[in-house]
């Protein structure tokens, strides 16, 4: 995997960087959730990625305001 990564170049890199880093942009300028709420969320799809963001554009916001 890792020689894959290497060989994809500078462009292959800075794609992936940026669907890596997608759901974090997303999720930083969504108006659904703020604050604390928000860190908690951004915090969560570093630990379990994409799959938190799929609960975060079908779930959030948690509490009602």
Same mark, same amino acid.
């Given at each position: 995997?890792? =020689?894959? !990564?290497? =060989?994809? $170049?500078?462009? $292959?890199?800075? %794609?992936?960087? !940026? +669907?890596?880093? %997608?759901?974090? +942009?997303?999720? %930083? !300028?969504?108006?659904?959730?703020? $604050?604390?709420?928000?860190? +908690?969320?951004?915090?969560?799809?570093? %630990?379990?990625?994409?799959?938190?963001? !799929?609960?975060?554009?079908?779930?959030?916001?948690?509490?009602?305001?």
């Amino acid at each position: 995997m890792f =020689s894959s !990564i290497m =060989s994809m $170049g500078a462009i $292959g890199m800075a %794609l992936v960087c !940026i +669907v890596w880093l %997608l759901p974090v +942009v997303l999720i %930083l !300028i969504s108006n659904k959730t703020s $604050g604390a709420e928000k860190l +908690v969320w951004i915090c969560l799809l570093f %630990l379990f990625s994409w799959f938190i963001w !799929i609960l975060y554009a079908l779930l959030a916001p948690i509490s009602k305001k």
